[in-house]
């Protein structure tokens, strides 16, 4: 059974930059055919899909947010996070990590989800 987790701080000031990490256990992140995820959710809105980093460490970012994202990844601690810079208060969001199973194009596990928001 795949399991991710996200962690990282609930609390960012506008300006700064929001970094969280997923730590994922039950498989491992090199594995071929995923790529894994970066999603979120702002108050009272639909999912936003942020962006990606591939089994081989492909990225593809969200045109929209592309500009201030960056992901990584650390495949000795099977993990990935995410760095969303100049954070402004409408990045306030429940952020989730996911798997995207390319084969069947569609996102099969889920973190439970953090809430991160942007307040000074």
């Known amino acids: 059974q795949v399991?991710?987790?996200?962690?990282g701080p609930g609390l960012v000031k506008p300006s700064q930059t929001l970094s969280l990490t997923c730590t994922v256990s039950g498989g491992s992140i090199t594995t071929v055919?995923?790529?894994?995820?970066?999603?979120r959710q702002p108050p009272g809105k639909g999912l936003e899909w942020i962006g990606y980093i591939a089994y081989n460490g492909y990225t593809y970012y969200s045109p929209s947010l592309k500009s201030r994202i960056?992901?990584?990844r650390d495949t000795s601690n099977n993990q990935f996070s995410l760095?969303?810079?100049?954070?402004t208060p409408e990045d306030t969001a429940v952020y989730y990590?996911?798997?995207w199973y390319e084969s069947w194009s569609l996102f099969d596990y889920w973190g439970q989800g953090t809430q991160v928001t942007a307040s000074s």
């Open 83 to 87: 760095q969303l810079s100049s954070v």
């Open 33 to 39: 055919y995923y790529h894994w995820s970066w999603i």
């Open 97 to 99: 990590c996911a798997r």
């Open 3 to 7: 399991q991710l987790q996200e962690s």
């Open 70 to 72: 960056s992901i990584s």
